[in-house]
């Protein structure tokens, strides 16, 4: 996800890859937009033993990513679930469907992308990705003064 100000969006998408390549695949999708945006900063999820845990094999793509930004030069910071609720907190804001219509509220192009609330027996909606990395960003561009 992209963008130009804290509730300027300017690409965002959810990407899917299947098969015994899909790391590559989204690898070289994220080295793609590197290269076409030339993004000031890369912010990422703390999937350190310390932020949120995530499975192995999101962390090792997230280490991925670092790298491939990195290689760009471009600054990578890091923001955990619990500083993105507390990021939030202040609209009363702190689960993740909260946030969700939060973000879906503030950021129109994301309101019919907003999925119901999930129940707890529901696996989480696939759209959920778009706001999980809208609230990074604004989670970014509100520590840094950007309201």
């Not at 299947?18 to 290269?35: I, M, N």
């Not at 845990?53 to 990195?70: D, F, K, S, T």
């Not at 989480?124 to 520590?143: K, N, P, V």
Request: net charge neutral; hydrophobic share 45%; proline share 6%.
């Amino acid at each position: 996800m992209l963008f130009e100000g804290p509730l300027a969006p300017l690409d965002w998408g959810a990407a899917e890859a299947r098969g015994k390549e899909k790391r590559e695949t989204l690898l070289a999708r994220v080295d793609a937009l590197f290269a076409r945006y030339q993004p000031n900063v890369i912010v990422l999820q703390d999937m350190s033993e310390s932020g949120t845990h995530r499975p192995h094999r999101i962390r090792h793509l997230n280490e991925a990513i670092v790298e491939i930004a990195e290689r760009y030069g471009f600054p990578v910071l890091f923001f955990s679930r619990a500083e993105v609720r507390q990021c939030f907190a202040y609209m009363g804001a702190v689960t993740k469907d909260t946030i969700a219509a939060a973000i879906a509220k503030h950021i129109p192009a994301f309101e019919r992308f907003l999925p119901p609330p999930r129940k707890l027996w529901n696996s989480e909606d696939a759209r959920m990705g778009i706001f999980d990395a809208a609230a990074l960003a604004l989670t970014f561009f509100y520590s840094h003064g950007e309201k």
